[in-house]
T-cell receptor
């Protein structure tokens, strides 16, 4: 179990460019989540997958954002025509039905994040 | 509308004393509550959770208390250690695999 991996860890881009982030979840986890975190805020939910199906998308996920999980394993988050307001830490997390431990809670395991800076 | 609120942005505690971090929520559909800890340049790490059918859950130095009627929970750390210095996030979810909703976090500093 190598945990949740995210790549790249840092990305600096110019406004208007497209960027793509990759997330490799824990191998036995069938649920995968994308969150965004800005300074002074907690993680904000963007979207989540169960296997390859995208089950929910937040209002935060504008048309410029698209996420995929083609084979139910790794996922990509693409941002088209980046804006300065997209600068944030993009966090990926995964979980499974048995991640609830003793309380039954949906315990998410997070990666270290991909920090995006849009100039 | 912020469904999970952590009204104290920061807290400073002396080593060996108790740290109490508070969290309030507004959505009565929430059934599960979790605390995460975050160090700089790392993702949040799960700490402890509680379901709405309980009012207390303990794991070593960490205890979470839930007051469902007041829609309030708290995390107690005793004794506090310098390594506990981090940002603590309260999170909640409704039943099932619904995504977690996070508060803004409280930065805890434990002073030696």
């Amino acid at each position: 179990d190598t945990g949740v991996s995210q790549d790249p860890r840092h990305k600096i881009t110019k406004r208007g460019q497209n960027v793509t982030f990759r997330c490799d979840p824990i191998s036995e986890h069938n649920r995968l989540y994308w969150y965004r975190q800005t300074l002074g805020q907690g993680p904000e939910f963007l979207t989540y997958f169960q296997n390859e199906a995208q089950l929910e998308k937040s209002r935060l996920l504008s048309d410029r954002f698209s996420a995929e999980r083609p084979k139910g394993s790794f996922s990509t988050l693409e941002i088209q025509r980046t804006e300065q307001g997209d600068s944030a830490m993009y966090l990926c997390a995964s979980s499974s039905r048995t991640s609830g431990r003793a309380t039954g809670a949906n315990v998410l395991t997070f990666g270290a994040g991909s920090r995006l800076t849009v100039l | 509308d912020q469904q999970v609120k952590q009204n104290s942005p920061s807290l400073s505690v002396q080593e060996g004393r108790i740290s109490i971090l508070n969290c309030d929520y507004t959505n009565s559909m929430f059934d599960y509550f979790l605390w995460y800890k975050k160090y700089p340049a790392e993702g949040p790490t799960f700490l402890i959770s509680i379901s709405s059918i309980k009012d207390k859950n303990e794991d070593g130095r960490f205890t979470v208390f839930l007051n469902k009627s007041a829609k309030h929970l708290s995390l107690h750390i005793v004794p506090s250690q310098p390594g506990d210095s981090a940002v603590y996030f309260c999170a909640a979810s409704a039943t099932g695999n619904t995504p977690l909703v996070f508060g803004k976090g409280t930065r805890l500093s434990v002073i030696a």
